[in-house]
């Protein structure tokens, strides 16, 4: 009689997971909305459409990242079936700033000790957070320990069937492999950057090297799919584990189309007409969207868009390089001595951002450099694709990024020259000038690059591994008991969904 009610119970089970209602994925991801920046596009989508395809995200994520600014526009984004699971990050500005309270009630009467007390303050806490990254392995391995048992409670409760973490920050798949090896269930880890064979990786001590080489290894291991962004860096990631190479997959990032279509049609500017000239000055517009790192660039590059400046005084006066995105004040002092027109918006909101790509004339991409650079698609080509305006390729022809933007034939490809780069300048001005300027990528080609393609592109993989035997799998992870579970709907000016009060 017991056993025949044990195999009842595996029947209901299998049921149960043949419906798509029943489809619950824990994703981790620090950075997740509110928290702003290009780095949570990618999770934030799959969220989105996984909604859509039956499945009911369970989010564990960060009420804030330090460094990074918040946009809380995004949450707009977000389906009501969405659970998130907001885990204060540790911040050491905000109890340095609580022990320096009682004297900065005193320091108010002096706006001088006023200011130098906020300046100690922002110096100790970036000494503070310099010691956190000596963590293991990064600095958010605290907030990674005091989101586990919040996480184990939300997949015993929600009964998950599966773990999706993204890198970064490591810790994200930290807290998964934790996680798999209590619930047993199938975990996607999934890699929008590299780690250790990261360009930007290097300098690191040997040290840290072998530490952070020896966890990525155990991640790559432990992971029952690992998805990467470009097909450079999926093979490199499936050289750890040849032996396992058909775990390893490509989705790369992408554009979502909701995002485009709220922004409506922009009347472009095509034409050096007077009524034009009178409204804006600087008429011909090249525009950067994003973080512009110092890492990236090169004295060519700025000295070729000088020389295509300075080698007409119409063009000076009818040309304007925007960055719309964040930029060191020692880079604009930089741009600003050679003379280049510059205007910097500061983070925007995502909508926003969208809305200066729609309104360009030229759009301005850099390849990253150094060790497996020409692996790196920066998560922007996707959008910049799709605004359909042109683009200034500047870097490394070989890089994947360059490929795919050849195939789109969206625009042009130069090296690192100065010459190259004002010759390519010169051209697009000239065509702006006649009204000719070239349209970007086709709508047909872009349909690969849809989130919500990519959305089932991660669809399939779980259910592929759900499939392997969805049940067992599925009573593992109840056969331990549930700890109660308390939730509380919080409603903002822009939407309304399920926040688990921690």
């Known amino acids: ?29 620090c950075a997740f909305p509110p928290v702003g920046g290009a780095g949570v596009q990618r999770t934030q989508k799959f969220a989105k459409y996984l909604a859509r395809l039956g499945w009911k995200p369970i989010v564990i994520c960060a009420d804030s990242v330090p460094g990074i600014p918040a946009d809380h526009s995004l949450l707009d984004d977000l389906p009501e079936s969405i659970v998130r699971c907001p885990i204060p990050a540790i911040d050491p500005e905000t109890p340095i700033r609580r022990l320096l309270a009682p004297f900065a009630k005193l320091a108010r009467r002096s706006p001088t000790w006023s200011s130098k007390l906020d300046g100690l303050a922002h110096r100790a806490g970036n000494v503070a957070r310099g010691l ?40 994200n798949h930290l807290l998964a492999y934790w996680l798999q090896r209590k619930l047993h269930i199938p975990w996607i880890a999934d890699f929008r950057d590299l ?64 995002d485009f279509a709220s922004q409506g049609k ?31 660039v090169t004295s060519e590059y700025f000295k070729g868009i000088a020389k295509f400046v300075h080698s007409d005084p119409r063009i000076r006066q009818k040309f304007l390089f925007k960055i719309v995105g964040q930029i060191s004040q020692k880079m604009q002092d930089r741009i600003a001595r050679l003379g280049i027109p510059l205007r910097v918006t500061g983070y925007l909101s995502h909508d926003q951002a969208i809305s200066h790509l729609q309104s360009a004339d030229l759009l301005l991409l850099s390849t990253a450099r150094g060790a497996n650079a020409a692996s790196v698609i920066p998560g922007k080509l996707f959008e910049y694709l799709r605004s359909g305006r042109p ?11 360059v490929r795919i933007i050849q195939h789109c034939n969206a625009g042009i ?78 409603h903002t000016n822009a939407e309304s969904h399920e926040v688990v009060s921690v």
Request: glycine content about 4%; aromatic content about 10%; proline content about 3%.
């Open 195 to 258: 780690w250790v064979d990261d360009c930007e990786y290097e300098g690191r001590a040997a040290w840290r090297r072998w530490i952070d080489g020896k966890w990525q290894r155990r991640f790559l291991q432990s992971a029952d799919a690992v998805t990467a962004v470009s097909n450079g860096q999926r093979d490199l990631l499936a050289s750890y584990l040849p032996d396992a190479r058909a775990k390893f997959h490509t989705i790369t990032n992408g554009f979502d189309e909701e």
């Open 391 to 401: 683009i200034l390729t500047i870097g490394n022809r070989n890089s994947e990024a």
């Open 266 to 296: 922009i009347n472009r500017r095509n034409s050096l007409s007077t009524d034009t000239q009178q409204r804006n000055p600087y008429c011909f517009t090249l525009t950067f969207v994003g973080q512009f790192r110092s890492t990236r």
């Open 1 to 29: 009689m017991v056993n025949s009610t044990k195999d009842n119970a595996v029947q209901d089970k299998m049921s149960e997971l043949s419906t798509n209602e029943s489809k619950r994925l824990l994703m981790i991801a």
């Open 413 to 490: 490809d130069v090296p690192r020259s100065v010459a190259r780069v004002s010759d390519a300048l010169h051209v697009y001005f000239r065509a702006w000038t006649n009204g000719q300027m070239p349209q970007g990528c086709s709508a047909s080609v872009l349909s690969q690059y849809s989130r919500e393609k990519l959305a089932q592109r991660l669809d399939a993989i779980l259910a592929n591994l759900l499939g392997l035997n969805p049940a067992i799998k599925e009573i593992a992870c109840l056969s331990t008991k549930s700890p109660a579970h308390h939730t509380q709907r919080v």
């Open 132 to 171: 956190l990254d000596f963590g293991v392995p990064d600095a958010q391995v605290f907030w990674a320990i005091r989101a586990y048992r919040c996480s184990l409670r939300l997949a015993r409760t929600h009964k998950a069937q599966a773990i999706f973490s993204t890198y970064s920050p490591a810790s």
